[in-house]
């Protein structure tokens, strides 16, 4: 069965400091692989999705950046926080077509 | 644009049904689903419905989908304690990725 890995869990960064969260993935091959963001009591956000290694959608303009270095391997990137950069980001995987989706346990960050 | 909407609390009896309703947009859904998040954990997959079908049970949890209404439901039935968490629903519909629409959440308490 597919597992995914977040880490680290939680993290507490200032504004202006680089970010790096990283998301790795088991039991797949050739996931479609995405990270959504969660606000404060609010829904899910898709922030970016990738079909393959090198490909990257942005779906929202945003201080974020993605990355996916090798097929099971997917980065979530920022040069410099800000406070609105603050929330829960999960990872989450599926195979080909329209299989659900998979979460990872999510990383709390918040910016101060 | 799709748009995905719950109330956002819903409290119940140790016992009772609960019922979490859903309303969408986008008539062009093909999956819907119905997800649990616990306390500083991730999204958890509990179920979910293809569009041809009105109905689909599993164990404690019935998906109804109203097509025509665009209209979503979750009922557990013999709710515990457990089972407090909140509960999204997210709809998708054909492509390269299954880039769900999630709503806002449906906060479940569950009293004794």
């Known amino acids: 069965s597919q597992t995914i890995h977040q880490w680290p869990a939680t993290l507490v960064q200032p504004v202006g400091s680089p970010l790096s969260l990283e998301c790795t993935v088991e039991?797949?091959?050739?996931?479609?692989l995405y990270w959504y963001r969660q606000a404060a009591g609010r829904g899910l956000q898709l922030l970016f999705y990738s079909v393959g290694i090198g490909q990257i959608s942005s779906e929202v303009p945003q201080n974020l950046s993605a990355s996916r270095p090798q097929d099971r391997q997917f980065i979530l990137s920022s040069k410099k926080l800000l406070l609105s950069d603050s929330g829960f980001y999960l990872c989450?995987?599926?195979?080909?077509?329209?299989?659900?989706?998979?979460f990872g346990n999510g990383t709390r960050l918040t910016v101060t | 644009g799709e748009d995905v909407e719950q109330s956002l609390f819903l409290s119940v009896r140790e016992g009772d049904s609960s019922v979490i309703n859903c309303t969408y947009t986008?008539?062009?859904?093909?999956?819907l689903y119905w997800y649990k998040q616990e306390p500083g954990a991730g999204l958890q997959l509990l179920t979910y419905i293809f569009s041809n079908m009105d109905m689909k049970q599993d164990q404690r949890l019935t998906v109804l989908l109203n097509k025509k209404d665009k209209h979503l439901s979750l009922r557990i039935a013999d709710t515990q304690t457990g089972d407090s968490a909140i509960y999204f629903c997210a709809e998708t519909h054909t492509g390269t990725a299954s880039k769900l629409t999630f709503g806002t959440g449906t906060r479940l308490q569950v009293t004794l």
């Open positions: 986008d008539s062009s859904s093909t999956y």
């Open positions: 989450a995987q599926n195979g080909q077509g329209n299989s659900p989706l998979h």
């Open positions: 039991g797949t091959s050739n996931p479609n």
